[in-house]
Structure formats: C-alpha cells, structure tokens
C-alpha cells in the first residue's frame, strides 16, 4: 500500500466512537429495541419490554435488520455470507485469492494479535459446505497453524444497484444507516468505511433540520459510485479478458506493471473510485504494455523500479 494501514480491533474502535457519544452528551442504553412503531407523530420503541418514544429514530442494526418501518428486508441477492477463523497468530501479508467462476474471494488480513481468514460469496450461490471447503484448503494452502483458531460466520449486505438506487432509507421520523442502508462496496465488501461516512452525513443532515436530504447526500457522497460497481461486480469476477479470467488478469498485470500495481492500490485504499475507473485505465493503457514489455525482457529491472518510493505531490 502507498501508505501504512491503521488496524483496530473492532470492539476498541465501537468503544473509542460510543465514549465519543458519552462525551458529547448522549446516555447510554444498554437494551435491546424489539420494535419499531413510527406511525405517529414520535417513533414508540419497545426496549426490554418497556415502551419509549422519541421525536427521531437512526436504525443502524446490520443487513438482517428486521426493524423496518417504511421500507423492505434486504433480498437475498443484495446479501453476501462470510465465514472463516480467528486463528492466534501473527503475519504483516494481505492475502487475497480469486476461484474460477467464484463471485467472491479467499483472504488472509492480519490483525494486531492474530489473523482474520476466510471466504465471502454471494448468498445462495454456493453451498455453506462448499465454501467451507473451499476455505479448509486455502488454509492447507498457506499452512496457516490453526491451533486455537475460532469460527466465524456473518450475513452482509451486498447490494444490486436497484436496491442502491430505490431502497427507502429515511421517512418522517427515521432513518437507516450503514448495513442496515446497504452501504457496502459490492465489489470488495467493505462497509466500516460508509457506515461511518453516512452516519456522518445523516447527523449532517438532522443537524440542518433536514432529514430528507440524507439519501441525496449519500448518493452524491457514494452511492452512485457503489451503484456503478454493483453493475461491475458480477463481471470483474467472473468475466474473461484476453482469452482468461478477468482475476488472473489483474494478478498478472499486478506482477509486472507498477503503474497497474498503483491503480489497485488505490482502489483498494479508496483513493480511486468505480465511476473514473475506465478512464484512468485506458489513460495508462499504453504505460502498462510499456511496463509489462520491460518486465518480460529485463524482469529485475522491473521489480528494482516497483520498490522505488512514491514522490508525493508537490502542493
């Protein structure tokens, strides 16, 4: 990566935000919302069996949210399943690994003191034994010591750009935020990042006494963008380009064009988005074959150059 990638533990990162809300004047209740009524004038809410009421409600509860005033459940092709393991071990490797016509991926990111390995896919599209097949043996693969390691498995969304484009995520009185918006890249999965950004653009909104506009902010902030890749998604996994998979492509260009190498880095940084994407790739289209034409003769070179540091902009 061009720059060094901060890692928090997810409980560290949720308790470093709510001390945050504590600070700023919010009380805290440790009870679990069972119902939703936003019919009337104030939202009633049912909380350990007692009822409460409140001038606005923000649902941020996950993809499989079933609090849904106003609004429908997430599909099963706007979600994806993950599963993998905790293992108690240490790496600094990013690993990620494509499967032939596989709408989805295999990874290893390490964590402050342990790894995080597993697989996504599409919700129905592979049996769970399968996938849990799949995983077992990237794990032989990378012989990856599992001693201690913990199961996991989640539901996330991953949205159709119909879903990104029509789904209602705010009314008089409420309104939904992170997965439980479908806020998630459909292409990489990731959704810390916009549950955090369309939280901030909801508060924004509220603050200006106007809660109608959080779905335009959102889009003009994101969404159009992850609209943009929902459309791609399905290709760039299982498309084909100059005779093999679109996947073994990219990994290939990744080997011998710094230039290329960039492009993913900032993609996966967030830096690049979906909707300038094709231009900047037919931009450096001709400095890629440059570079891939120099790595198959002088391949060294190639990587001596791919080491060199990134000047940083002058402003």
């Not at 509860?61 to 399943?81: F, I, S």
Request: overall charge positive; charged content about 25%.
């Amino acid at each position: 990566m061009s720059y060094p990638i901060v890692i928090y533990a997810r409980k560290v990162l949720n308790g470093l935000l709510l001390d945050r809300a504590v600070a700023a004047g919010c009380r805290v209740e440790r009870s679990r919302v069972t119902s939703v009524d936003t019919a009337g004038a104030r939202v009633r809410l049912t909380a350990n069996g007692e009822q409460r009421e409140s001038d606005f409600v923000v649902l941020a509860a996950g993809a499989r949210n079933q609090l849904l005033p106003e609004t429908t459940a997430l599909g099963a092709l706007d979600l994806e399943v993950t599963l993998g393991y905790f293992v108690p071990t240490e790496e600094d490797i990013i690993k990620v690994k494509f499967l032939k016509e596989f709408e989805g991926y295999l990874w290893s990111f390490p964590r402050a003191d342990h790894l995080s390995v597993g697989i996504c896919a599409k919700l129905g599209q592979n049996p769970t034994q399968q996938l849990r097949a799949y995983l077992d043996e990237f794990v032989r693969d990378e012989k990856i010591c599992m001693e201690g390691a913990k199961f996991f498995s989640h539901v996330l969304p991953s949205p159709e750009a119909a879903t990104l484009r029509g789904r209602r995520i705010v009314g008089k009185n409420w309104a939904m935020a992170g997965d439980a918006a479908a806020c998630v890249d459909p292409v990489t999965g990731e959704g810390l990042y916009y549950a955090l950004r369309s939280g901030d653009l909801l508060a924004q909104a509220l603050m200006d006494g106007q809660p109608q506009t959080y779905p335009g902010r959102i889009r003009a902030a994101f969404s159009a963008d992850l609209e943009f890749a929902a459309n791609i998604a399905r290709r760039i996994f299982r498309g084909t380009f100059l005779g093999g998979a679109i996947t073994t492509r990219m990994v290939q260009l990744l080997n011998h064009s710094p230039a290329f190498r960039d492009l993913i880095r900032d993609i996966f940084s967030g830096a690049q988005d979906y909707r300038s994407l094709k231009k900047r790739l037919w931009d450096q289209l001709g400095l890629t074959f440059v570079q891939i034409s120099r790595s198959m003769l002088h391949p060294r070179g190639i990587l001596s150059a791919s080491r060199q540091p990134r000047r940083e902009p002058q402003s």
